[in-house]
C-alpha cells in the first residue's frame, strides 16, 4: 500500500466497548483504519490496516502459543509495525507482553544493554522481541539468560507453530506488564489486566478526548511510554481511528517536522 489508511473506517465507531484488546482488533480489522509510518523526512514507509495486523497477530499467535500461556515476552517497543504485531499476537496467543525501552540514553550502548538485561530478567521474560536494528543490542542483553530464542519478527515466525488457534485470555488475565520509568529507582513492572486497560481506554475516549468522525491522530509518542502505549496504539484500536507515526528521535530533533 502507497497511501495511508483513510481517516473514515467505515464501519461505526464504538469508545473502547469490547471486554478484552483482542476483541477491540477483531472489530478494527472490520473496517479500513490503521497505522502508518513516516520517516524523519516526513515520507510514509510502512501501513498497516487494522484488518493486516489482526491476520499477522493470528498467525504469529500459533507460533508463540507452545512458549505457554502467561508466560512472558519482552518486546523491544521500537516504533515499528513488527511490535504492533507482536503485541497482538500476545494477546491472541495468552502470552503476557513486556514492552522494554527502545532508547540508547546517556549510558550509551553498554548501559542500554544492561538495562534490557535487568528487566528481561526481572520479569522472567521465557523469550524475546527485537526489530532489525535493535537486535545488536537484544542478543547482548539476552546472552545468558534462559531464553527459548532471542530474535526478530522473522525468527519468531520460523518456531514451529501450534496446530489449533490457541485460547484467548479471560477479561480478569492479564493483557500485559508494564515497566515504570525508573527516573528515581529501579523501574517496577505493573501488571495489567484486560478489564483494567479496556476500562481505562474507556475513560480516556469518552471523557478525555470529545472527538468526531473525521478524527485521525499523529504521534511521536514512544511505544514503551504510557501515553504512546495506551494512548495511541491501544487506543486507537479500541476507537477504530487511524494513526500517524513520526520517529521519536526524529521529532525531538525537529518538532516543526
Known amino acids: 500500500m502507497t497511501s495511508p489508511t483513510p481517516t473514515a473506517s467505515g464501519v461505526e465507531l464504538l469508545s473502547a466497548d469490547f471486554p478484552t484488546l483482542a476483541d ?78 527502545a532508547a540508547v540514553h546517556l549510558g550509551g550502548r553498554e548501559a542500554y544493554s544492561r538495562h534490557l538485561r535487568q528487566l528481561m530478567s526481572d520479569c522472567r521474560a521465557v523469550a524475546a522481541f527485537a526489530p532489525p536494528e535493535f537486535m545488536g543490542f537484544l542478543r547482548e542483553a539476552g546472552a545468558g539468560l534462559p531464553l527459548t530464542l532471542a530474535g526478530t519478527l522473522d525468527d519468531f515466525l520460523a518456531l514451529p507453530a501450534a496446530d489449533e488457534a490457541p485460547v484467548r485470555p479471560m477479561p480478569d488475565e492479564l493483557a500485559y506488564l508494564q515497566y515504570t520509568s525508573g527516573s528515581t529507582r529501579f523501574p517496577r513492572g505493573t501488571m495489567i489486566t484486560q478489564s483494567a486497560v479496556m476500562a481505562n481506554l474507556k475513560g480516556i475516549f469518552n471523557h478525555g478526548f470529545c472527538l468526531t468522525p473525521l478524527d485521525r491522530f499523529c504521534s511521536w509518542l514512544p511505544y514503551y511510554h504510557d501515553m504512546g502505549l495506551v494512548g495511541i496504539v491501544l487506543g486507537c484500536v479500541a476507537t477504530q481511528r487511524s494513526v500517524d507515526y513520526l520517529p521519536t528521535r526524529d521529532f525531538a530533533m525537529r518538532p516543526r517536522l
Not at 487494522?50 to 502459543?65: G, I, K, T, V
Not at 507452545?66 to 491472541?92: E, I, K
Open 24 to 101: 477491540a482488533l477483531d472489530y478494527a480489522a472490520t473496517g479500513d483504519s490503521g497505522f502508518n509510518y513516516y520517516d524523519g523526512r516526513g515520507a510514509l514507509i510502512a501501513v498497516l490496516p487494522y484488518r493486516d495486523l489482526r491476520a499477522r497477530a493470528l498467525e504469529m499467535a500459533r507460533h508463540l502459543s507452545p512458549l505457554g500461556r502467561g508466560q512472558r515476552l519482552a518486546l523491544v517497543a521500537h516504533t515499528h509495525p513488527d511490535f504492533a504485531v507482536m503485541f497482538y499476537a500476545c494477546q491472541y496467543a495468552g502470552l503476557v507482553p513486556v514492552p522494554l525501552p
